[in-house]
């Protein structure tokens, strides 16, 4: 009696090799586009905290009396808004894809559960909102009657030069997001416009171009508040 013999159905090592080749490709097409969806879905995030710190800030120093947001520091700034226009949640100033965010939560940091806590009469700041990075920095004591278009708050790690800083930057040096005091916002690679190279922002009170964000505002570079973040050595 003759035996039957089957067609081995396992994968030769050259099928195998096959695979993983077109498996490689594919990914290397897939992988691009996935980041690039993530890292706008990052900016519109930004975008979106940038916007709801600047119409905090508009609500409070517009209604009727001219208020001005002064903190010796960014924590404290944070808090006037937290108190005076009731933004007291910290993942607006704290982007969860930070990297010096992730870093502290990795270390074992709770997420604060607000940004300042009321005790009677007096609001205090909440000491684990404080022992976090804030991916923000902001102009202090801004003018509310100051010129439109006048830059509040920005995200962290802006240079003088105009750029994003590779190692501080909240997006690196891929460029940042930038509230004005209008509540409008906008993501910039850079301050400088890459055919002339002069900057896009306005001198504060002047119609000269600036790309240093401390020019565009109220009392220069004294008046930028931002949070200190640790540099790792790779």
Same mark, same amino acid.
């Given at each position: 009696?003759?035996?039957?013999?089957?067609?081995?159905?396992?994968?030769?090592?050259?099928?195998?090799?096959?695979?993983?080749?077109?498996?490689?490709?594919?990914?290397?097409?897939?992988?691009?586009?996935?980041?690039?969806?993530?890292?706008?879905?990052?900016?519109?995030?930004?975008?979106?905290?940038?916007?709801?710190?600047?119409?905090?800030?508009?609500?409070?120093?517009?209604?009727?009396?001219?208020?001005?947001?002064?903190?010796?520091?960014?924590?404290?700034?944070?808090?006037?808004?937290?108190?005076?226009?009731?933004?007291?949640?910290?993942?607006?100033?704290?982007?969860?894809?930070?990297? /010096?965010?992730?870093?502290?939560?990795?270390?074992?940091?709770?997420?604060?559960?607000?940004?300042?806590?009321?005790?009677?009469?007096?609001?205090?700041?909440?000491?684990?909102?404080?022992?976090?990075?804030?991916?923000?920095?902001?102009?202090?004591?801004?003018?509310?009657?100051?010129?439109?278009?006048? /830059?509040?708050?920005?995200?962290?790690?802006?240079? /003088?030069?105009?750029?994003?800083?590779?190692?501080?930057?909240?997006?690196?040096?891929?460029?940042?997001?930038?509230?004005?005091?209008?509540?409008?916002?906008?993501?910039?690679?850079?301050?400088?416009?890459?055919?002339?190279?002069?900057?896009?922002?306005?001198?504060?009170?002047?119609?000269?171009?600036?790309?240093?964000?401390?020019?565009?505002?109220?009392?220069?570079?004294?008046?930028?508040?931002?949070?200190?973040?640790?540099?790792?050595?790779?």
């Amino acid at each position: 009696m003759k035996k039957i013999l089957k067609a081995s159905k396992a994968f030769t090592l050259i099928e195998l090799l096959i695979v993983i080749a077109i498996i490689g490709v594919l990914a290397s097409l897939i992988m691009p586009n996935i980041t690039s969806v993530i890292t706008r879905g990052d900016q519109v995030k930004a975008k979106n905290n940038g916007r709801s710190i600047a119409q905090a800030w508009m609500n409070y120093t517009r209604a009727g009396t001219r208020n001005i947001v002064a903190g010796n520091d960014i924590y404290e700034w944070a808090a006037v808004l937290a108190e005076k226009a009731d933004l007291n949640e910290p993942s607006i100033w704290i982007l969860d894809f930070d990297l /010096p965010v992730m870093d502290k939560r990795a270390m074992g940091a709770p997420m604060p559960v607000s940004v300042a806590n009321k005790t009677g009469n007096n609001w205090q700041i909440n000491p684990e909102f404080k022992a976090y990075p804030l991916s923000w920095e902001v102009a202090n004591r801004a003018d509310p009657n100051g010129p439109t278009g006048t /830059p509040l708050v920005w995200s962290r790690g802006l240079k /003088p030069s105009g750029d994003w800083d590779l190692e501080t930057g909240v997006f690196k040096d891929s460029g940042g997001v930038i509230a004005f005091n209008d509540a409008h916002v906008e993501f910039y690679p850079s301050l400088r416009d890459e055919n002339t190279r002069q900057g896009i922002l306005k001198t504060y009170g002047e119609t000269q171009r600036t790309y240093n964000i401390a020019q565009a505002i109220r009392g220069g570079s004294a008046n930028i508040l931002k949070s200190e973040v640790d540099v790792y050595e790779e």
